[in-house]
């Protein structure tokens, strides 16, 4: 059931393209004033995905439901929504301020209107003194900000953003990021955007919506999606989680790591499982310590600054394992070292 607080329902939207089945009864509902993004590898339907909400193709199956009224009858320039793509579509030889504008002018605003939003938007994105520049002397950072400002200055119904970033170099980006989520937030707008970087859409999104093949495999708060994966996918693609073979044992308990750890499942017993752990859960003490826990080898280490990052051999698995400097002080390649995993951190998914 949509609720009150539901913006835009997307109810059920399939899109095929010939055989390519695009997406599959894709069925979210984006809170008002929300930030979502919609992560996955490439060819998961992002795009797709945000081009039939903008009203670039339409669904093969299915309804979007914008405050509660079906809008797929409505073409993309009368939905009011905001939009950047990566190729940010500016006009190069019109100023900073004409392009900003542009929305405003086709809607028929004021002259003077016009300028007083020019001039509000640039100093929001702090950029008071470039009105009258034509867009190709910017660098590309501020090219950014003048494209987030013209799909701001129509007070969008709905902002849309495809990889808007993906063209900046990293250091600009992690500041682009910041900037984007306060301009979000100061604007109060429902915000859809397409990533597929992992880091960005965790730094954005109230919610991560994780999609593969089409499908939605996951919607949730990035840290729940973090937490708690919904599958081996979802944990492998969010911070490259270590998926280690695993086989439910008798009594509700499973086995991994060739030992006897066991953990409580409700998995039947016999049945093949995929234990995820991420490398900075999994914690190394010397064998002499070990107890019962698995025993391997350090193969690699990479001294990160504040953690080192190296890879132990249990039998047949390779572990990531990440921990604080102070953690592993006189280990080395070739130490044999005790893994513990704590089942606090662990996720335990049907291998099949
Ligand atoms: P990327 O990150 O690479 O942009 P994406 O997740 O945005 O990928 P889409 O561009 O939505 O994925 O594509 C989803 C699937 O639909 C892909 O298999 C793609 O080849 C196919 N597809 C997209 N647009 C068309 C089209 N116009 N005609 C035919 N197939 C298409």
Do not use: W
């Not at 132990?312 to 400097?325: F, I, S, Y």
Request: with cysteine; proline share 5%.
């Amino acid at each position: 059931m949509t609720t009150q607080n539901t913006h835009l329902h997307i109810d059920g939207v399939s899109k095929n393209f010939g055989d390519v089945k695009a997406l599959s009864d894709i069925d979210l509902k984006i809170e008002r004033g929300s930030f979502v993004c919609l992560l996955g590898p490439s060819g998961c339907g992002k795009t797709t995905l945000l081009r039939i909400i903008a009203g670039f193709e339409t669904a093969s199956r299915g309804r979007l439901m914008l405050d509660g009224s079906d809008i797929a009858q409505i073409p993309p320039h009368k939905r009011g929504f905001g939009m950047v793509f990566q190729s940010l579509a500016l006009f190069p030889h019109m100023s900073v301020a004409r392009n900003i504008a542009y929305g405003l002018k086709l809607r028929g605003v004021s002259g003077k209107e016009q300028r007083n939003r020019v001039e509000e938007l640039l100093n929001v994105i702090q950029l008071p003194s470039i009105a009258d520049r034509p867009v190709s002397a910017l660098s590309g950072g501020q090219r950014q900000r003048v494209a987030i400002a013209r799909a701001l200055a129509i007070q969008p119904k709905l902002f849309l953003l495809d990889e808007p970033l993906s063209a900046l170099d990293a250091k600009l980006r992690d500041n682009m990021q910041i900037e984007l989520r306060q301009l979000q937030q100061k604007f109060g707008v429902t915000t859809i955007l397409v990533t597929h970087d992992q880091h960005e859409a965790m730094m954005l999104a109230d919610e991560l919506v994780v999609l593969k093949d089409g499908a939605v495999r996951q919607a949730a708060a990035p840290s729940v999606v973090y937490q708690q994966p919904a599958d081996s996918f979802v944990a492998d693609f969010l911070g490259a989680a270590n998926l280690i073979d695993a086989g439910a044992y008798k009594s509700g308990e499973i086995e991994l790591l060739g030992t006897s750890s066991k953990f409580a499942t409700h998995h039947p017993e016999g049945t093949r499982l995929q234990a995820a752990v991420r490398a900075e859960h999994i914690q190394l003490l010397p064998v002499s310590a070990a107890g019962h826990a698995p025993v391997g080898t350090v193969a690699f280490m990479r001294d990160l600054g504040p953690a080192t990052e190296l890879i132990v051999d249990v039998g047949r698995e390779r572990l990531r394992v990440r921990c604080p400097n102070t953690e592993c002080q006189g280990l080395e390649i070739g130490t044999q070292v005790a893994v513990v995993l704590d089942p606090a951190h662990m996720s335990v998914f049907n291998a099949a």
